[in-house]
């Protein structure tokens, strides 16, 4: 059954699969405290846990650019524990419903990241390094995967979009429908760095110069792109595929969707450096038909159904068990 977990609801079990799908070198830096954070119906949830959760949360922001100040790594430690003790009520809950899992799931899933590592070796150093064992992982990964399956089998199998539902939510969103204009074009790019002395830009400029005279005495684009080119997109003659405004510098931009297909530019100087293009094709904008947008539609408005079902039930769970917060543990 294929799961329509969004990112925000892989969120409430990401806190127990992440630790399988990083790098179990970099898991935790430090041997892990044994203090509890949480006790839920009577099982802890340990600082060690939230520290190693709350490390890849911060480590994808930091991957995006972002760095969190103090106020708001507070806030991630707290959401990140309400993630923990999510989790934790959704697998007791998924034992109750007698939901067992396969052990052959586990021992794959398990081989899938040992493999991950050049030898035994250096698994075992990252397993020490992080504070754990084979038997620590595997019931990490267990856990993970009863909870993904009391979701499919409570909520994921259970959720339905009608026809009407889809179409209705079509009608009455038409500009989520619109497909932006696209160009698709080459280029060749010589570089330039931003800090670069006239002289240095004369001579980029110069070696440009040379290859738009090779282009207008019939040159192959892409045979020119190949050999000239700064660009990694030199190994496929220059070409960067479809793309809309916005995704490219503005200089760029504005040359690339003033051509037409077919059409070569003059020089364009952007932050890169030097750059002549070539227009291949075009798309225009346009409403995408419902009977295209159909599929991802329904997949999108049974992510929002199953969502919300699961954030309720987590909100019912929570209620009606007893969950203990030690607040002063939830500062790192």
Not at 22 to 30: I, P, Q
Not at 94 to 115: H, L
Not at 122 to 135: I, M, N, V, Y
Not at 180 to 196: F, Y
Request: proline share 4%.
């Amino acid at each position: 059954m294929n799961s329509v977990f969004s990112r925000r609801m892989w969120i409430v079990v990401a806190a127990i699969l992440h630790l399988c799908l990083a790098d179990l070198s970099g898991a935790a830096d430090k041997k892990p405290g044994e203090a509890n954070v949480a006790l839920v119906n009577g099982k802890p949830i340990t600082r060690a846990e939230l520290d190693r959760e709350t490390t890849v949360v911060l480590r994808n922001l930091a991957n995006r650019g972002e760095t969190p100040n103090d106020e708001r790594t507070g806030e991630i430690r707290k959401n990140v524990l309400e993630g923990l003790i999510g989790s934790e009520l959704l697998a007791q809950e998924a034992k109750k419903k007698g939901i067992k899992v396969d052990q052959a799931a586990v021992t794959g899933r398990f081989d899938a990241i040992k493999a991950r590592f050049p030898n035994k070796e250096e698994f075992r150093s990252a397993l020490a390094k992080g504070d754990h064992t084979e038997a620590s992982i595997k019931a990490v990964i267990e856990k993970g995967l009863l909870i993904q399956e009391f979701i499919n089998k409570e909520f994921v199998e259970k959720t339905i979009v009608t026809p009407e539902e889809s179409k209705a939510f079509y009608s009455s969103n038409p500009e989520s429908f619109k497909q932006e204009e696209q160009v698709r074009a080459s280029h060749i790019l010589i570089l330039v760095d931003e800090k670069a002395g006239p002289d240095q830009k004369a001579k980029a400029r110069w070696e440009m110069e040379e290859i738009k005279k090779k282009l207008e005495k019939g040159g192959d684009f892409a045979a020119l792109a190949k050999e000239f080119s700064q660009c990694p997109s030199k190994a496929r003659g220059g070409d960067l595929g479809f793309f809309v405004r916005g995704q490219m510098v503005k200089p760029f931009e504005d040359v690339a969707f003033s051509l037409k297909p077919g059409e070569t530019s003059g020089i364009v100087e952007t932050q890169f450096g030097f750059h002549i293009i070539k227009v291949v094709e075009k798309k225009p904008e346009k409403s995408v038909p419902y009977e295209e947008a159909r599929e991802r539609l329904e997949k999108h408005l049974k992510d929002q159904k199953v969502r919300a079902e699961l954030d309720r039930r987590i909100a019912e769970l929570k209620a009606n068990a007893k969950v203990e917060r030690m607040t002063p543990e939830t500062k790192k």
